[in-house]
């Protein structure tokens, strides 16, 4: 199968160099010009763009941005493949996202402030360019929609406790992460305040919460590591259920039609002809701390690429690696008779079995491990079955060296890698292909 790219957004890109020489171009220290917004009338602007540091080319058009993808993909794999690289566009551009984790972070001055000067608690993502400073953000454009009420009531509340942010360079505070997921297809709805270890106003957060979005599941996280990352070592439920549940809808064919948000996607999707038994229909319940693909509609374009794959290969075993909660495993389960799922987090492998339960499927084995060792315990038990086939889907650092050699040891006779960062596939590939 050609290599193929699923664009999953209008605003991230994987070559920040280049990219963020264009945002110097187009804007004078954090302030964006108003000719490079004119030169794109259709484009919805976040407010935040170029100070924020998630979305680099939001200011392109979208089509744009697909060529500016594909023309960085060629380049990246120029010396290993000539053909064409397919892109696959994703089939919403705001909006698309079904998590998001702003953090709290101390108020930032551009001077130092006078002495005892308390620094207020700020909601946002990083500054580009300044990992100390967080941009106090009022809404985000690929974010889940609605979040603009539930930041202002959470900002409020916040206030009204006086709650101080988490600073990771002195170990202190209290308040961290903001962990937010709205599923796409059913609407779900989960937020969880991670704070360090202490106490809250359980009751008066459920009602901050539900006040912005009624009948949310409301949940509070304890992290007591010094990482900025959004974790938790002690989840209670506060309001709810404490889980969501999404659908994936993957289509028997792919569209290459994109649409404003997912609900524009959704309501145009439903009226393309499609024979409905074909299509590939799961449900999944996503614990807080579940790792779940954030673009569901994007995803679904992904596994059809997947299950197209395997479906041409029809391998006797397969070996899903970075299992995550199984969702490609289940994605592909009625063309292979036996999957092997491997996956570190045991609360993802334990997602991953009750969705396999949850839709009968019994051939799927599950193991909690690193990948790196499980591949030796293969190795040492005398290898993988002829005819096996492997997917990867690492994180974005990709596979460790140990990962790669034992992969090419154990030599399955088919391997599809599926990389969130194209970069890293470009180095790691060429010692595949010397196999």
């Known amino acids: 199968m050609p290599p193929s790219g699923i664009c999953p957004n209008s605003g991230s890109f994987f070559q920040p160099g280049r990219i963020a020489r264009e945002i110097s171009r187009l804007m004078g220290d954090t302030r964006f010009s108003e000719n490079a917004v004119r030169q794109s009338d259709a484009i919805r602007l976040c407010p935040h763009f170029g100070v924020c540091g998630g979305c680099l080319i939001q200011h392109m058009p979208y089509e744009q941005q697909l060529a500016e993808k594909a023309k960085q993909l060629a380049t990246l794999f120029s010396d290993v493949y000539r053909g064409q690289i397919d892109i696959v566009p994703s089939p919403a551009i705001y909006h698309y996202r079904n998590k998001i984790d702003p953090a709290f972070s101390p108020e930032w001055f551009d001077a130092p402030p006078p002495p005892g000067t308390v620094r207020k608690a700020v909601l946002g993502f990083k500054a580009r360019g300044n990992w100390f400073r967080t941009v106090c953000i009022e809404d985000c454009l690929i974010g889940p929609e609605g979040l603009l009420e539930l930041f202002r009531s959470v900002r409020e509340w916040v206030n009204d406790h006086q709650l101080a942010p988490y600073d990771s360079r002195r170990n202190t505070g209290f308040l961290r992460n903001l962990l937010i997921r709205k599923a796409c297809r059913t609407e779900d709805r ?112 992904l596994y059809a690429r997947i299950r197209a794959w395997v479906d041409s290969i029809r391998p006797p075993v397969l070996y899903d690696l970075y299992g995550g909660m199984g969702t490609i495993a289940l994605c592909v389960s009625d063309l292979v008779p036996q999957i092997h799922s491997v996956e570190e987090v045991a609360a993802a492998v334990e997602d991953g079995k009750r969705n396999a339960a949850r839709h009968g499927v019994s051939h799927i084995c599950f193991h909690q491990s690193r990948v790196r060792p499980w591949l030796k315990e293969q190795i040492q038990s005398g290898g993988i079955p002829p005819d096996s086939a492997v997917i990867v889907d690492p994180p974005r650092a990709g596979l460790s060296p140990k990962v790669v050699e034992r992969l090419i040891t154990l030599a399955p006779r088919n391997m599809l890698y599926v990389s969130c960062n194209p970069s890293v596939l470009a180095r790691e590939l060429p010692a595949f292909l010397e196999s």
Do not use: C, Y
């Open 190 to 301: 989960m937020v969880m305040l991670i704070t360090t270890p202490g106490a809250i106003d359980r009751e008066s957060f459920v009602d901050t919460v539900r006040t912005a979005w009624p009948n949310a599941s409301v949940l509070w996280g304890t992290f007591s590591g010094r990482g900025e990352v959004a974790a938790a070592d002690h989840v209670e439920i506060l309001a709810g259920i404490g889980e969501i549940d999404e659908h994936l809808v993957i289509p028997d064919h792919l569209e290459r039609t994109w649409w404003p948000t997912p609900k524009d996607a959704l309501d145009n999707m439903a009226q393309i002809p499609s024979q409905e038994d074909h299509r590939k229909k799961l449900a999944f319940r996503i614990s807080p701390m579940a790792f779940f693909q954030t673009n569901t509609l994007a995803t679904e374009r």
